[in-house]
């Protein structure tokens, strides 16, 4: 690595948002450094072509020692329904951040956050974006609607592929603006670059709402896109 790349260090750097962004960093000049666990991680995050960086994300000074001489912090809200992980986790990541000197986080919240929702996942996501924002660095954080890339998880892609039909657990009259993890990629970047010292908070999806409406042509379309396929 040069000394003249501005370097941006990428938390969830195995996972498939991470990855993403890593990608989208290095190509646009960046240099990165993937937050891993453990040394089994260290060949995905090479093969990336960034740098691996083990650390313990409950220590401080782990966290600082992996911010050091970066520019930006990409930090993904992860899946971890532990009572209190993912509130205790940004504590960490805030503090190293600022010790570091860090210029900037970009909060991957991972979804929306909706305000009047009582469930616990939305009551965490609102505490985590809470703790993020009150930072005393600049903050920029993304809310994602859904993710396109599910629809090609187990879960999801036999019916679609197989049956035509469009299984994900959502109300067919819920209009989506799906996003795909590149685009994502996209946003982080623009936010890594943003030229504000404030915090701020986007909303982001795709360039269309779709509803899961299965009238029959739209059905019919499904099946001969997948005979295309």
Not at 30 to 44: D, K
Not at 49 to 76: K, M
Not at 90 to 101: H, L, R
Request: glycine letters at 4%; one cysteine or more.
């Amino acid at each position: 690595m040069t000394d003249t790349l501005p370097l941006a260090v990428v938390t969830g750097s195995t996972g498939a948002q991470g990855s993403s962004i890593i990608h989208r960093l290095i190509e646009a000049g960046y240099q990165v450094r993937g937050l891993i666990r453990n040394a089994a991680q260290h060949q995905q995050i090479q093969s990336m072509g960034a740098a691996p960086a083990i650390v313990d994300f409950t220590n401080v000074a782990s966290l600082v020692r992996a911010f050091d001489q970066a520019e930006v912090v990409v930090f993904t809200s992860p899946i971890d329904h532990r009572p209190g992980a993912r509130e205790q986790l940004a504590d960490q990541i805030i503090k190293a951040a600022e010790q570091a000197e860090v210029r900037r986080i970009v909060f991957n919240s991972a979804a929306e956050i909706f305000e009047d929702d009582d469930r616990p996942v939305s009551q965490v996501l609102r505490a985590v974006c809470d703790r993020v924002q009150a930072s005393n660095i600049s903050v920029i954080t993304l809310q994602p609607t859904v993710y396109m890339d599910n629809l090609a998880a187990p879960w999801a892609a036999p019916a679609i592929v197989q049956e035509g039909v469009f299984a994900y657990p959502i109300q067919p009259d819920w209009p989506i603006s799906w996003i795909s993890h590149r685009t994502l990629a996209d946003f982080v970047l623009a936010a890594a670059r943003l030229e504000t010292s404030g915090n701020r908070i986007f909303l982001i999806g795709g360039p269309e709402a779709l509803t899961a409406d299965a009238k029959e042509d739209k059905v019919s379309w499904l099946k001969h896109q997948n005979r295309s396929c």
